[in-house]
Nanobody, 121 residues
Framework: QLVESGGGLVQPGGSLRLSCAASGFTLDYYDIGWFRQAPGKEREGVLCFRSSDGSTYYADSVKGRFTISRDNAKNTVYLQMNSLKPEDTAVYYC????????????????WGQGTLVTVSS
């Protein structure tokens, strides 16, 4: 199971940190993807973290602003989002998968419930 938290309302230019806590398995053994779905749009990949070598692949739209980190002791990954823009407004999901196809995790098989991020003044 994956549980996201940390979403909320933030002004443009602000920051948020999302959490993705795992239970029932060890996150460190899996590749992790963050996705988002904006109102009226399809779900899209944001980044993919490859556990085997620690590589992270970011979508161009978030590169330089979003960063993933991991706390193995807490079995949790975090998505630090800086310089937020209104177009970042979406429900954000983390997922466990197998491999990275660029910034999208392959075969996502375990999903969190999502957390809403709203960027607005």
């Amino acid at each position: 199971q994956l549980v996201e938290s940390g979403g909320g309302l933030v002004q443009p230019g602000g920051s948020l940190r999302l959490s993705c806590a795992a239970s029932g398995f060890t996150l460190d053994y899996y590749d992790i993807g963050w996705f988002r779905q904006a109102p009226g749009k399809e779900r899209e990949g944001v980044l993919c973290f490859r556990s085997s070598d620690g590589s992270t692949y970011y979508a161009d739209s978030v590169k330089g602003r979003f960063t993933i980190s991991r706390d193995n002791a807490k079995n949790t990954v975090y998505l630090q989002m800086n310089s937020l823009k209104p177009e970042d407004t979406a429900v954000y999901y983390c997922a466990r998968g197998g491999g990275c196809s660029s910034y999208t995790v392959r075969l996502p098989e375990v999903w969190g419930q999502g957390t809403l991020v709203t960027v607005s003044s």
